[in-house]
T-cell receptor
Framework: EDQVTQSPEALRLQEGESSSLNCSYT??????LFWYRQDPGKGPEFLFT???AGEEKEKERLKATLTKKESFLHITAPKPEDSATYLC???????????FGKGTKLSVKP | DAGVTQSPTHLIKTRGQQVTLRCSPI?????VSWYQQVLGQGPQFIFQ???????GRGNFPDRFSARQFPNYSSELNVNALLLGDSALYLC?????????????FGSGTQLSVL
């Protein structure tokens, strides 16, 4: 069964304190691994798609990496506006939909 | 350009009632998906429609149904509401020619069942 597990559930950082969020997955035939950001009361907002092990993508203070079993979202020198829930999702070979993890709630304090 | 729009934003129903949620995709997008997000959980797939045809269905009971109209807007219907149906219902659209599931989500409809 395709499955996504994210850790930690919640993460509190001071502004400027870099860290990483983890997403471990099991899927038959990975078509893509996705990272989304979700603010309270809003729908998820697309950040990255990774397709194969070794791939990396960056956007501002965020960098996503992918191995055969997990993905990391690295946050460098975070700011309070980076506070949100970060969702990881996979798309498997036998289906067209996304399977989401429960998310990591990130709080960045000034 | 307008993003994915959903209506209503909030809804309160009682057990046993029926509800219809509406979604308009981004202009030019022909694929619409519905997801249910229970508080503290990630979104869970309900339906996917493309060109007015159902292309996928998640593990939800037959009380859940959906359709897509010629203008690519969509409705999600839930009959015989249960307390456990309380959730944020998200609609998402996908750009034409996009082979992966890079989705654009609306802000959702928050459904409360009392």
């Amino acid at each position: 069964e395709d499955q996504v597990t994210q850790s930690p559930e919640a993460l509190r950082l001071q502004e400027g304190e870099s860290s990483s969020l983890n997403c471990s997955y099991t899927v038959s035939g990975l078509r893509g691994l996705f990272w989304y950001r979700q603010d309270p009361g809003k729908g998820p907002e697309f950040l990255f798609t990774l397709y194969s092990a070794g791939e990396e993508k960056e956007k501002e203070r965020l960098k996503a990496t992918l191995t055969k079993k997990e993905s990391f979202l690295h946050i460098t020198a975070p700011k309070p506006e980076d506070s949100a829930t970060y969702l990881c999702a996979v798309q498997g070979g036998s289906q067209g939909n996304l399977i989401f993890g429960k998310g990591t709630k990130l709080s960045v304090k000034p | 350009d307008a993003g994915v729009t959903q209506s209503p934003t909030h809804l309160i129903k009682t057990r046993g009632q029926q509800v219809t949620l509406r979604c308009s995709p981004i202009s030019g997008h022909k694929s619409v998906s519905w997801y249910q997000q229970v508080l503290g959980q990630g979104p869970q797939f309900i339906f996917q429609y493309y060109e007015k045809e159902e292309r996928g269905r998640g593990n939800f009971p037959d009380r859940f149904s959906a359709r897509q109209f010629p203008n690519y807007s969509s409705e999600l219907n839930v009959n015989a509401l249960l307390l456990g149906d309380s959730a944020l219902y998200l609609c998402a659209s996908r750009a034409p020619g996009q082979e992966d599931e890079k989705l654009f989500f609306g802000s959702g409809t928050q459904l409360s069942v009392l």
